[in-house]
Antibody
Framework: QVQLVDSGGGVVQPGRSLRLSCTAS????????MHWVRQGPGKGLEWVAG????????DYADSVKGRFSISRDNDNNMVYLQMSGLRGEDSAVYYC???????????????WGQGTLVTVS | SYELTQPPSLSVSPGQTARITCSGE??????VSWYQQRPGQSPLLVMH???KRPSGIPERFSGSNSGNTATLTIAGTQAMDEADYYC?????????FGGGTQVTVL
C-alpha cells in the first residue's frame, strides 16, 4: 500500500527556517513527481511546490517563491521542503502528495501524507 | 493566474442528489480532479480526468466537465459524504485548487 509520511513540523519564530520531510514507501518513488500542498487554519488547500521525478524541474507558488525550496533524494525515497524567511501566513498543515500522470495527459494527486503542522509565532 | 470558483457551502438531505460546481475560464478543455476532505483527515481523491472514479470510491460519485463548469455529483447522498470538496486543475505545471465546498447532509 502506497504510504507517505510527513514530518518536521513545529513552532518556529518569524524569519527563521524549517525543513519538512516526506518519506515514501511501497511504490517506485523515482518514477513520480511529488508536491507539497498546505492548508491554513480553517482555510482551503493551497499548492506550494512540485518537483519532477528526477528533480530537474521545480515549480513554486508565487507566495513562496524565493523563500521555499523543494528537493528530493531518490536513493532514500524522500522529498523535502526547505522553508526560510517564515511568516505568520505560512502557518498551516503541510501535506506531501504523489502526482499520477496518465498517457491521456491527465494528472492528479492520488496519494497524500497525513500532514505536518507548522506554526510561525 | 488561473482561478477556480466553488460555492462555499451546500446542504442536501439524505438520499438526495448533491451537485457541486467548479467554475473556471474554458475549464472544459482541462482535466479536473476532485478531492474529499473530512474533518481532521487528509484529502482523498474521489474523481480524476473529469469523470473517472478511483478504486474504492462509491458509484454514487460521478463527474462532468464542459464549457466553463465542472460538476461533482453525489447521488443518494449519505451522512458519510458530509465533508469539504475541492476541485483541482493544472495551469502549466502549477496545481490550482478551488476554494472548497462544505457539504452538509441534514
Amino acid at each position: 500500500q502506497v504510504q507517505l509520511v510527513d514530518s518536521g513540523g513545529g513552532v518556529v519564530q518569524p524569519g527563521r527556517s524549517l525543513r519538512l520531510s516526506c518519506t515514501a514507501s511501497e511504490f517506485t518513488f523515482s518514477s513520480y513527481s511529488m508536491h507539497w500542498v498546505r492548508q491554513g487554519p480553517g482555510k482551503g488547500l493551497e499548492w506550494v511546490a512540485g518537483i519532477s521525478h528526477d528533480g530537474t524541474n521545480k515549480d513554486y507558488a508565487d507566495s513562496v517563491k524565493g523563500r521555499f525550496s523543494i528537493s528530493r533524494d531518490n536513493d532514500n525515497n524522500m522529498v523535502y521542503l526547505q522553508m526560510s524567511g517564515l511568516r505568520g501566513e505560512d502557518s498551516a498543515v503541510y501535506y506531501c502528495a504523489r502526482e499520477e500522470a496518465e498517457l491521456s495527459k491527465s494528472r492528479y494527486l492520488d496519494y497524500w501524507g497525513q500532514g505536518t503542522l507548522v506554526t510561525v509565532s | 493566474s488561473y482561478e477556480l470558483t466553488q460555492p462555499p457551502s451546500l446542504s442536501v438531505s439524505p438520499g438526495q442528489t448533491a451537485r457541486i460546481t467548479c467554475s473556471g475560464e474554458n475549464l472544459g478543455v482541462k482535466y479536473v480532479s476532485w478531492y474529499q476532505q473530512r474533518p481532521g483527515q487528509s484529502p482523498l481523491l474521489v474523481m480524476h480526468q473529469d469523470k473517472k472514479r478511483p478504486s474504492g470510491i462509491p458509484e454514487r460519485f460521478s463527474g462532468s466537465n464542459s464549457g466553463n463548469t465542472a460538476t461533482l455529483t453525489i447521488a443518494g447522498t449519505q451522512a458519510m459524504d458530509e465533508a469539504d470538496y475541492y476541485c483541482q486543475a493544472w495551469d502549466s505545471n502549477s496545481v490550482v485548487f478551488g476554494g472548497g465546498t462544505q457539504v452538509t447532509v441534514l
